[in-house]
């Protein structure tokens, strides 16, 4: 797992817009790469001096580390964490995402960035609840997850359909932002939105047509609401939920009660 200048661009983006400061983690330690080359690597320079004026690309890479802490550091946050279920990598925090969540982690993070971890997690929705459990009320995830063009590059590819099923309607989330974007440098500006299936009851709608020959990497910023969730806790496709309850029988006009076959 590691930071090109695509995706280093796109935290600083979401970071300094959303003021997003405190305990951070990220899932498996980042390496950082910085610029590549044509159109990703103005975006990091632009990106740079829009929104950490004074500072350079070099100001953001550790001289003495191939890891990204120092690039963390240097965006705002008071502690920053590395989270894998082995220290191969010299993760400061050795947990398996996939077994049960210890207390001391519940509420211990404003911001968790997974750039990249959960897709390798065969018991997904235990990880996606654990680092629901790891947010403090108000925190916020960011996911930088393979989405299409990444056969065989783990055990998943995280689609929109994800985030606003379950992260929206069934944990009460508020999806900050959400795009599709090649990888490929020279698509770096390609990049793409989607409608919210909660609002029109389909699928989502991409907002334009997306390079055929770059894989795409889906960036989400949710946050966490201050209470509760919103949901049962039940995870289902929005048009499938649509047309399921569009099958329903209608409300018997005596009784007011819905008909059904076999049943008095």
């Given at each position: 797992m590691a930071l090109p200048d695509t995706l280093c661009a796109r935290l600083i983006e979401t970071v300094k817009t959303h003021r997003l400061s405190g305990n951070f983690v990220m899932l498996g330690r980042q390496r950082w790469i910085g610029s590549r080359k044509g159109a990703s690597a103005q975006l990091l320079t632009d990106t740079i001096a829009r929104y950490l004026p004074g500072l350079s690309e070099a100001d953001l890479k550790d001289p003495q580390s191939i890891y990204s802490e120092h690039f963390i550091r240097k965006l705002g946050f008071d502690t920053v964490d590395s989270m894998d279920m082995s220290d191969f990598e010299g993760a400061s925090l050795v947990q398996d995402l996939?077994?049960?969540?210890?207390e001391a982690l519940h509420h211990h993070f404003d911001v968790v960035y997974d750039g990249g971890t959960c897709e390798h997690i065969f018991d997904l929705p235990t990880a996606f609840r654990n680092l629901n459990a790891m947010l403090r009320p108000g925190g916020t995830l960011i996911g930088h997850s393979p989405c299409n063009g990444w056969i065989n590059h783990g055990f998943y590819q995280i689609t929109p359909e994800m985030v606003f099923g379950f992260w929206q309607r069934t944990l009460g989330y508020e999806v900050l932002d959400l795009k599709l974007q090649p990888m490929l440098p020279n698509f770096a500006n390609a990049f793409a939105t989607t409608t919210n299936p909660n609002d029109t009851g389909k699928r989502p709608r991409l907002s334009r047509q997306l390079p055929l020959n770059s894989p795409v990497m889906l960036l989400y910023v949710v946050?966490?609401?201050?209470?509760?969730?919103?949901?049962?806790?039940?995870?289902?496709?929005?048009?499938?939920?649509?047309?399921?309850?569009?099958a329903q029988p209608a409300p018997d006009a005596d009784t007011g009660t819905g008909a059904s076959m076999g049943t008095e």
């Open positions: 996939s077994k049960p969540l210890p946050r966490k609401p201050l209470e509760g969730s919103l949901g049962d806790g039940s995870v289902y496709q929005t048009d499938y939920m649509r047309k399921w309850d569009d």
